[in-house]
């Protein structure tokens, strides 16, 4: 897992090194767990935050990223990329993107990788974001983190752009 999160970041480094206009972008994201439970704590024990700060060049975005957990307290660092979509001038979903991401925890032996997809709409200068995310877990917090808990999230927040 490690080895990864160095070669995406090679690559993130090596790959903003185009002539195009090269623009920062801070994210914050907050969600739940979208698979239902029975316990009345759902949406406590499955809360978590991520922070991400990238630059954008092209059609393309990728920097570092850190989630935290609300229910179980734990922080994990690593790096994500995105690759945004044409989008439908008529349409009223936004800009549509779609990337990968890979942290590890600071804590715990392992990490978690995995898709996102989601929509970037501006509402009055704001970019507001919806984002789904499908993650695979390894190591020891494939036992802590197991399929039926945390797989699918669900996100909203705001990006910035500088």
């Known amino acids: ?10 690559l993130l480094v090596a790959g903003c090194a185009g002539t195009e206009k090269i623009q920062p972008a801070a994210w914050l994201l907050s969600g739940a767990n979208v698979q239902s439970a029975d316990s009345e704590n759902e949406i406590e024990d499955t809360l978590e935050y991520i922070g991400r700060v990238g630059v954008q060049v092209g059609q393309t975005e990728a920097g570092i990223a850190s989630d935290w957990w609300m229910g179980s307290p734990r922080q994990s660092y690593g790096v994500y990329a995105i690759q945004f979509l044409t989008a439908d001038p008529n349409s009223l979903v936004g800009t549509p993107y779609i990337g990968a991401q890979a942290t590890m925890d600071v804590e715990e032996q392992g990490g978690m990788y995995g898709f996102v997809t989601g929509t970037i709409l501006d509402i009055g200068g704001m970019d507001v974001v919806t984002e789904f995310q499908v993650r695979t877990y390894n190591e020891v917090l494939e036992t802590q983190m197991p399929n039926s808990e945390d797989r699918y999230k669900a996100f909203v927040g705001l990006r910035f752009k500088f």
Request: aromatic share 0%; no cysteine.
């Open 1 to 10: 897992m490690k080895k990864l999160i160095v070669a995406l970041a090679i």
